[in-house]
């Protein structure tokens, strides 16, 4: 079954230390995997993709990830931390393997980053 | 450019009454979605359209009713509010259905039913 999991509920970092958001995904195929992000009382605003190619994925607002086939993750990082960062992040898969209807985007439950100054 | 565009953005709903979310897109996309969002789960899929003149069932369409009115506009109705609908609706986009494409998001509805 396709699932995609954020094992930390919340992620607390110091303004101006490197950040790591966790994902680790399970799908039947190959992957499509995002990253979106969602401030108070906000949508969701898309960070990056990775499709294929480079397992290293640069987004919007300095934020990269990395793909890691044989872990099956898709790790969100960023070198600098900033107090704005402070949001709730989603990482979602899609399975382009899955041939049954609709191409699901399945998202995860959410990890909410407090940047402290 | 506005992107997707949802209205109210809060409401108070009894048990019982009906009421109509409103959502509309301006960047040409084939594909409109309806989510909700409940604490600790993540977005889940109610209804989605692929493309004009088409809706579908996601995961959780039970006491929702969709529109896809045109290109632009799709519509979520709830017939008889429950309390455990109470919930914040996102509307999206995505210029088509699968594959790499990205899903844009509206600014949410929260709604709640009591």
């Known amino acids: 079954a396709q699932s995609v999991a954020q094992p930390e509920d919340q992620v607390n970092v110091a303004e101006g230390n490197p950040l790591t958001v966790k994902c680790t995904y399970s799908v039947s195929g190959n992957p499509y995997l995002f990253w979106y992000v969602q401030y108070p009382n906000r949508g969701l605003q898309f960070l990056l993709k990775y499709i294929t190619g480079d397992n290293l994925v640069k987004g919007s607002y300095g934020f990269e990830a990395e793909f890691n086939k044989s872990q099956t993750s898709f790790h969100l990082k960023k070198p600098s931390a900033l107090v704005s960062d402070s949001a709730l992040y989603f990482c979602a898969v899609r399975d382009i393997m899955f041939s049954g209807g609709y191409n699901k985007l399945i998202f995860g439950a959410g990890t909410r980053l407090a940047v402290h100054p | 450019n506005a992107g997707v565009t949802q209205t109210p953005k809060f409401q108070v709903l009894k048990t019982g009454q009906s009421m109509t979310l409103q959502c509309a897109q301006d960047?040409?996309?084939?594909?409109m979605y309806w989510y909700r969002q409940d604490p600790g789960m993540g977005l889940r899929l109610i209804y989605y359209?692929?493309?004009?003149?088409?809706?579908d069932k996601g995961e959780v369409p039970n006491g929702y009713n969709v529109s896809r009115l045109n290109k632009r506009e799709f519509s979520l109705r709830l017939e008889s509010a429950a309390p455990s609908q109470t919930s914040v609706y996102f509307c999206a986009s995505s210029p088509r259905e699968g594959g790499g494409n990205t899903i844009y998001f509206g600014e949410g509805s929260w709604l709640t039913v009591v």
């Open positions: 960047m040409n996309h084939n594909s």
């Open positions: 359209s692929a493309s004009e003149g088409t809706t």
